[in-house]
């Protein structure tokens, strides 16, 4: 089972949603991590610019992780490094993240992410991620991306 990030006693509201959503992640549970981003206003991010990947509302993101990400991936875990809140509605943190493979390949990469929230339209539940920009290690990626294409074509040749 994956760890968890276990909030301080005294967190925000954003903090503890900013919780629920690596703790989403590290469970693999798409459901859960879809209900941390607002439906409107989302908008993920990743930077460089040099990997050439389109910012995503939740209307792309859900259906990429789920038919495309997820599916090739064994175990994804962030760690939680520093947590850092500028003003009630902005969480910046720095991860390191972990991923296996269905193919076998280790994904071994930092992050710095910051996730701007809005109030939940419903009442009495955490605010939402309206937008999630993240910075990550642009050669780990790349050598991922690499090390599975090879894969692929070595089961493909056999």
Known sequence: MAPNYVVPPNASPA????????????????DALAKTM????????????SLNIPP???????????DVFLPTINSF????????????????????????????NVLKNEYLIVLNFVPSKIE????????????????????FQAAEAKAKAGIAAK
């Open 77 to 104: 875990v962030f760690k939680v490094l520093t947590v850092t809140e500028p003003n009630n509605s902005t969480v910046i943190s720095h991860l390191q993240g972990e991923a296996v493979s269905k193919l076998g």
């Open 124 to 143: 009495g539940e955490l605010p939402k991620i309206s937008t999630y920009t993240e910075f990550m290690d642009s050669k780990a990626l790349t050598d």
């Open 56 to 66: 995503l509302s939740k209307a792309q993101a859900v259906p990429y992780l789920k």
């Open 15 to 30: 903090h503890r949603s900013f919780a629920q959503y690596i703790n989403s992640w590290n469970a693999m549970d798409l």
């Open 38 to 49: 607002d439906d409107e206003k989302f908008m993920w991010s990743m930077f460089p610019t």
